[in-house]
């Protein structure tokens, strides 16, 4: 069985309460929902957000929409996991992240049976960034999760969940997902207010022709709408992941 689980919350620094901003009417977390079913691959998602109050509006709108949600660690995101994955005893499970509205079902599925064919412990299409911000896929085993959860200990690794796996080739078997062409220069996930404006934009224009529109709508958009895409390409990938190995340093140092 392969589990979905989609790490949200509403404390997010750049841009709070992002995961509930309205989308055409409907939360963002609910649009990104909405696509992650249509994965064929997925049998089972869960909103893994944090035991903070200020999450409890996401705990509420899943309670009323009937998704499943766990309560975790609010930045021990690997314990999250860990912990949200224990019910359900998964045998696989695919890591999104509740800013990416555009989350590309194919995609999803093309990751999971690479894979799957792959044997791999680890596998994404991440590891080696070919694809917009936004279209990230991370499967992993439960063993493997397990592992992780044993044996990580730097902030960096606790709260983005997945470092550890890729910081020990030794330990796992990795594998990349390339896509066709390079185009990580492009942005469709939503950290900042420029990056939701682009993603509403694509929304008010493809979604009133076709709520299933897929990656190539979405690079067809951009193509006939260059300035748009413009909007917040010089925003920087992974920050908060950059950010944590500055403090994965600052912790070395005092220990030093």
Avoid: W
């Amino acid at each position: 069985m392969i589990l979905a689980i989609l790490q949200a919350r509403m404390s997010s620094t750049r841009l709070p309460g992002k995961v509930l901003k309205p989308l055409l009417g409907e939360p963002m977390l609910l649009r990104q929902i909405e696509r992650v079913k249509r994965s064929r691959e997925i049998h089972q998602i869960l909103v893994a957000t944090t035991v903070d109050v200020s999450d409890d509006p996401i705990v509420k709108l899943c309670k009323e929409q009937r998704i499943e949600c766990f309560r975790g660690h609010a930045t021990d995101c690997l314990n999250r996991f860990f912990e949200a994955a224990k019910k359900s005893q998964p045998q696989d499970i695919v890591r999104l992240t509740g800013d990416c509205p555009l989350a590309c079902p194919d995609i999803i599925d093309d990751v999971i049976r690479f894979y799957r064919e792959g044997a791999y412990d680890y596998a994404s299409n991440t590891l080696e960034c070919t694809f917009p911000d936004g279209l990230d896929v991370e499967v992993f085993s439960r063993a493997a999760l397990q592992k992780a959860h044993e044996k990580a200990l730097l902030p960096s690794e606790r709260e983005h969940v997945t470092p550890y796996f890729y910081k020990n080739p030794v330990l796992f078997k990795l594998g990349n997902f390339r896509g066709a062409q390079d185009l990580s220069r492009l942005r469709l996930t939503v950290d900042t207010a420029e990056d939701f404006i682009v993603v509403k934009k694509i929304y008010e224009a493809l979604y009133p022709k076709n709520p299933q529109f897929g990656y190539d709508a979405i690079l067809e958009f951009f193509k006939t709408n260059p300035l748009i895409a413009k909007i917040n390409n010089h925003n920087m990938r992974n920050e908060g992941y950059v950010k944590s190995l500055a403090e994965d340093q600052k912790r070395g140092k005092s220990r030093g």
